[in-house]
């Protein structure tokens, strides 16, 4: 399996449904089943077709891989195509392959790694400390993977974003600079606080 396979992480809340359907966080326990959203109440309107066209300098378009490329190099991240349809960027700790994935390459997938591994008898540990960083932290979710040639554990740090209406430049900016910022926290606290690798 490549080492940017998805496997889902844990995920951690408590809610309550309010009055209103609404969830509610209370606690430390998920008390109630979120309600199901009514179109009429999103705020979302129902034509998304023309959100964003009349006349902005910023229009919302399909994503690509050349335009995740572009707005890489507007943060000044540098990377290289790996002629699979991937970007790879590199830093000292850890990579990030940035990726479109899904029946139309719509979900733009950003798959941080360190270059670190964990020995297999720290499974247990690495489990634990994957599974904190969920329960506390938002946007990149964390998974152990699947052993290595050399039954070594590495460890993911994934986002993944569904962009089938469209994006702005600015927008898969911002999200492109929040994926590599957070790869860069998970991994310096992996190193630091999570004392794992």
């Known amino acids: 399996m490549p080492w940017w396979s998805w496997r889902p992480g844990s995920a951690a809340g408590s809610a309550q449904p309010d009055a209103g359907g609404e969830v509610a966080v209370q606690g430390a326990v998920r008390v109630g089943v979120p309600a199901q959203r009514e179109p009429g109440r999103s705020g979302v309107p129902s034509d998304l077709s023309s959100a964003g066209s009349s006349g902005s300098s910023d229009p919302v378009m399909p994503v690509q891989l050349a335009r995740v490329g572009k707005a890489l190099d507007a943060l000044d991240i540098r990377f290289l195509a790996d002629g699979g349809g991937s970007l790879l960027a590199m830093w000292e700790r850890h990579a990030v392959l940035f990726t479109l994935e899904g029946p139309d390459d719509e979900i733009l997938v950003m798959r941080a790694r360190p270059h670190a591994t964990v020995p297999p008898d720290w499974a247990d540990r690495a489990y634990r400390v994957v599974n904190e960083w969920n329960h506390t932290r938002r ?58 690798l």
């Open 139 to 196: 946007f990149c979710k964390a998974y152990v993977g699947d052993p290595t040639e050399r039954g070594q554990l590495p460890i993911y740090a994934e986002l993944q974003v569904p962009l089938a209406a469209g994006v702005h430049d600015t927008l898969l900016v911002e999200l492109l600079d929040c994926g590599a910022a957070v790869a860069t926290s998970f991994v310096d606290w992996l190193h630091d606080e999570g004392a794992l």
